[in-house]
């Protein structure tokens, strides 16, 4: 089958595959149960990386307008709604933390650092044609392996770093490496939908366990086998709770009996405001079944496209083999430039700039809110990354209504469930929290005297 697209190679080809495949959907040229191409076959078409349709493909079908059923292929799904809206697959799922709510500001991308990093790259591959393939990563690997040494705490090897196009092809890359179709994946509930569809794609039988205060609520897990614990114990997504010690313990005595490989997810680690005690569960591993995954994208913004997993030493052969076949990362100049910023202290001193400015919009989000909805007011996940959950006053009843109101004022903003909103502290400045906050206590009937009434 072949697709009719035109793709420009002056615009950014992953959105321009998403753009034209949607409206395609959209448009009904594409029919629900549509076969889709496959991702080689579509990248060959057009000549472009197979990785770009492989994540334009996740997209979709995290959004609800494709589907994968194991062994037979990609089709279009979903039936348009009456209102011309593409439906969820469950309408109370949790927003999206990151794209969605908690953006980086992309004012505090180091850009000038960056380009003159970039340039050098540009110097060296010219000088190293003919002697070093495209795509050469070592220096990479090893500036990520001396960062989460010096971290995290984590001792790994360059060797055991593996390089990912972001977050989401970091967990493409684990699940191609550890579910086989029937097998059996636990994650957080709630927690990030487009990661398990994404991992229901796999064939795998996805189990979720609830999330508490104190993280993922192991007295819960399942009994018997399982092949993986996926789960995000430094800022939970999205209700942004950590791990305790105890449970990350209890988490490791389970899958080791279990027979699980445990993936920590810890991509808005790097972000972290309050002292965390517990120790990353890679550090805690006697039985070398902890992958740890991580990327970039909080700390310098969407535009450094580069995820990583550290995988334990008896894994490396297998996890670069389902590497080359979930696409393996290729991207020297990227690579070059982002090994200079960390080995040469400049990622330090940018993370601890923009720690201080995200903390002190993170403060004027919870003191606005305090003083607008009362000091008793519900706020929690606010220890790292740039969201937060306020659990609203019995008085206010629907969180999609607040959400949707927050957004209209300004804010970064999203709901879980019907009784708590995310509010991301990334991208506004603290003065425009601080007026939002108060507009939108306006709109709700309680400014300024710690009440709230109704939001419908």
């Known amino acids: 089958m072949l697709i009719p697209l035109k793709l420009l190679r002056d615009k950014p080809l992953q959105r321009q595959l ?15 149960g549509t076969r889709m191409p496959s991702t080689r076959l579509l990248a060959d078409q057009f000549s472009i990386s197979r990785i770009t349709v492989l994540l334009t493909y996740e997209r979709l079908i995290a959004e609800g307008y494709l589907r994968t059923i194991p062994a037979k292929g990609t089709f279009v799904h979903r039936v348009l709604a009456a209102d011309g809206s593409v439906p969820r697959a469950n309408d109370n799922a949790a927003a999206e933390p990151y794209p969605g709510v908690g953006r980086p500001d992309p004012h505090l991308f180091p850009a000038v650092k960056w380009r003159t990093l970039i340039r050098t790259a540009l110097d060296n591959l010219a000088a190293d044609i003919g002697e070093e393939p495209i795509g050469s990563d070592l220096g990479l690997r090893r500036a990520i392996s001396r960062w989460l040494s010096t971290s995290r705490g984590l001792a790994v090897e360059a060797d055991q770093i593996i390089l990912a196009h972001g977050r989401q092809h970091a967990l493409h890359i684990a699940a191609h490496l550890l579910l086989r179709p029937g097998s059996r994946a636990v994650i957080e509930a709630p927690g990030d939908q487009a990661v398990e569809l994404m991992l229901a794609a796999t064939g795998a039988n996805v189990v979720t366990v609830p999330v508490d205060d104190d993280g993922i609520q192991t007295d819960r897990l399942p009994i018997g086998a399982a092949a993986l614990a996926l789960v995000t114990p430094e800022h939970q997504r999205p209700l942004g709770s950590v791990l305790s010690l105890q449970r990350r313990h209890e988490l490791l005595t389970w899958a080791a009996r279990a027979g699980a490989a445990v993936i920590e997810e810890d991509s808005d680690g790097e972000l972290r ?56 990362y290729a991207g020297r100049l990227e690579a070059e430039a982002l090994a200079a910023l960390i080995d040469g202290g400049s990622y330090a001193r940018h993370l601890h700039a923009v720690r201080k400015i995200y903390l002190a919009r993170r403060d004027a989000l919870i003191r606005s809110l305090r003083q607008h909805f009362g000091e008793t007011a519900r706020i929690s996940g606010t220890s790292a990354g740039l969201h937060l959950i306020w659990t609203l006053p019995p008085q206010v009843r629907s969180a999609a209504t607040v959400a949707g109101m927050a957004r209209r004022l300004g804010l970064d903003a999203g709901r879980v469930g019907e009784r708590a909103v995310l509010l991301g502290f990334g991208a506004p400045a603290e003065r425009q929290i601080e007026v939002a906050v108060g507009r939108l206590a306006d709109a709700l009937g309680g400014a300024g005297d710690g009440k709230a009434f109704s939001g419908d």
């Open 273 to 328: 405001y309050e002292d965390m005690d517990a120790p990353p569960l890679m550090s805690l591993d006697r039985d070398a079944i902890v992958l740890h995954a991580g990327d970039f994208a909080a700390s310098l913004g969407p535009g450094v496209v580069l995820g990583y997993l550290a995988v334990p030493p008896r894994l490396i052969g297998p996890a670069r083999a389902a590497s080359r076949h979930a696409g393996a």
């Open 18 to 32: 998403y753009e034209q495949l949607r409206a395609l959907i959209v448009a009904s040229r594409l029919a629900p």
